[in-house]
């Protein structure tokens, strides 16, 4: 990326230098691809998963359908049919099938697994669905990307959404692949980049974190985090564990402390220098109960009461442990002030 920055890198201009930014540019669709499962013709670079989202929603020529955990960025990408979830955050099938069959969309979005409680969707299934009555499938794969397989093949969708800085790659970069032949309609026109699926000059030293972070993915990290999570849930007995019934990322652990407001726990887990999240982190600062908890049937004081611990790669036991013990500090002070003596 320092190297791009430092010179001019315009894949579009015709000197040398351009030359040289066509190559990088070209080198990082290949590694991009690849972690796709799509042909690098079938990548477009975008401005991150929200764009890529809007990007692929937008290639629905009909009725849209979308689950009721999805990103922001797809539940107000425009109107769209509410797909239910159960108790455990996961698509329901019975419901899924009357909306397949009343609304006939031309388009489901269902993410590969969700931002806020980790728990996966069963997509390979959605697919088959929605390819019996001819509606495409998008995955948004941002979260999901680097923690569990998200290759086109593998997901059996016709578009996937996937952001750099979920995986330790810069903000601001995303990529939306597409299945073979399906000819993308951009929604940002003016000038012939990226086949012309993407007006602007693309941001080179972006697109090639994004690949540089993509070739640095490490398949056993997953099995690792996943140790650390099951450590920190046993560490926390008196804590409600979202969506405990379904299959769930390794690194996403979402808590409930009844009756103490997220906000509260965030600011005390915070003077013991512990970051955590409450509700959507993309959305942080505004504190309302989280869409996803009441899609999954919690009521407004649960919802309002659950933080979202993520690890990652530099987390370690010891982290865990502090974890452990700042929480447990606070689950002990709530107990104490709502006992009557
Ligand atoms: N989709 C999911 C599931 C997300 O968690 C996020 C944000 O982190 C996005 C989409 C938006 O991605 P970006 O921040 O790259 O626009």
Redesign the pocket.
């Known amino acids: 990326m320092a190297e791009v920055m430092a010179g001019p890198a315009n894949p579009s201009s015709v000197h040398a230098a351009g030359r040289r930014a066509l190559s990088r540019l070209r080198h990082a669709r290949d590694i991009t691809a690849m972690a796709m499962g799509a042909a690098p013709e079938d990548v477009v670079f975008t401005?991150?998963?929200?764009?890529a989202?809007r990007l692929a929603l937008a290639q629905a020529d009909g009725p849209v359908a979308v689950s009721a955990v999805e990103?922001a960025?797809?539940l107000e990408a425009g109107p769209a049919a509410l797909i239910p979830v159960d108790a455990d955050g996961v698509v329901d099938f019975d419901r899924l099938d009357d909306l397949l069959c009343s609304l006939r969309p031309a388009l489901v979005s269902v993410?590969a697994a969700?931002?806020e409680t980790g728990v996966i969707q069963p997509v390979v299934e959605i697919a088959r669905r929605c390819r019996a009555i001819g509606a495409l499938l998008h995955v948004?794969a941002?979260?999901a990307l680097g923690k569990m397989p998200t290759d086109m093949l593998a997901l059996g969708a016709d578009l996937v959404?996937v952001?750099?800085?979920?995986i330790g790659g810069p903000?601001?970069v995303?990529a939306l692949a597409h299945r073979p032949g399906l000819a993308l309609r951009p929604l940002q026109r003016g000038g012939g980049q990226e086949m012309g699926r993407r007006a602007g000059t693309e941001n080179l030293p972006g697109i090639v974190g994004f690949a540089s972070a993509l070739s640095s993915i490490e398949a056993a990290e997953a099995g690792r985090v996943a140790v650390l999570r099951d450590r920190l849930e046993a560490g926390v007995p008196f804590a409600t564990v979202v969506g405990q019934g379904a299959a769930r990322l390794a690194n996403t652990s979402c808590l409930i402390l009844g009756g103490v407001r997220a906000e509260v726990q965030l600011m005390r887990l915070d003077l013991d220098g512990i970051m955590v999240s409450a509700g959507?982190?993309?959305s942080s600062g505004k504190v309302a109960a989280s869409h996803v908890l009441t899609a999954m049937g919690l009521d407004e004081v649960a919802a309002r009461s659950a933080i979202r611990v993520s690890l990652g790669w530099a987390s370690t036991a010891q982290d865990v442990d502090r974890f452990i013990e700042s929480y447990s500090r606070l689950a002990g002070l709530a107990t104490r002030a709502a006992s009557p003596t």
Do not use: F, L, R
């Open positions: 401005s991150g998963g929200t764009e989202n990103h960025s797809v993410m969700n931002n948004d941002v979260q959404t952001s750099a800085h979920k903000p601001g995303g959507a982190a993309c």
